[in-house]
């Protein structure tokens, strides 16, 4: 175990098993310790009232600038629907080799698409995006194997297709990284 810790920063109500269960993920995976903050950040400002959504780079640039020095990477959970100008939705970002992140639950809810309800699956959604996002921070470039985690997905049934895992290839880039 390294000794940076990855800051987990929630913004919005999360059931704590959840937390827990990212939190593990995060620890197994990245071998860095986690530490969870409740966000203080207003988000309103990166509110697009024609878009009726937030602004992920805007919110983005803010975690940045508060990213306490101690912390090797900060990822933000939210529940707000994001975008970036080029993209209708995203399920996170993060900056390529950079320091921060975010994730929202918003658009891997199934009713969305008109399909059942099914908060368990919602939640390994989650995960594996989690996973991802925190892998770009790390280095980690999209993959093209249909498994691994570094997949990139603009749908919930790409996300579904994707282990929460990473191919040995990207596994090997990631130790590399961390
Ligand atoms: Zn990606
Ligand atoms: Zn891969």
Known sequence: MKQKPIILVTCGHFEQR????ISEDITNVFQ????NKECSLDINKHYNPGRRQYDANGI??????LAPEQAIKVIGLYRVDLYIPVLTYIFGQAILNGKTGLVSLYRLRNELY?????NDLQIERFRKVIIHELGHMFGLI????TNCVMRSSSYV???DQK????CNNCKILLQEKL
């Open 32 to 35: 860095h310790p986690v530490e």
């Open 157 to 159: 049934e790409d996300i």
């Open 142 to 145: 999209h993959c093209h194997q």
């Open 18 to 21: 959840v937390i827990k269960l």
């Open 114 to 118: 008109g399909l059942e309800r099914n």
């Open 163 to 166: 282990n929460r895992d990473f």
């Open 60 to 65: 983005l640039e803010y975690i940045t600038s």
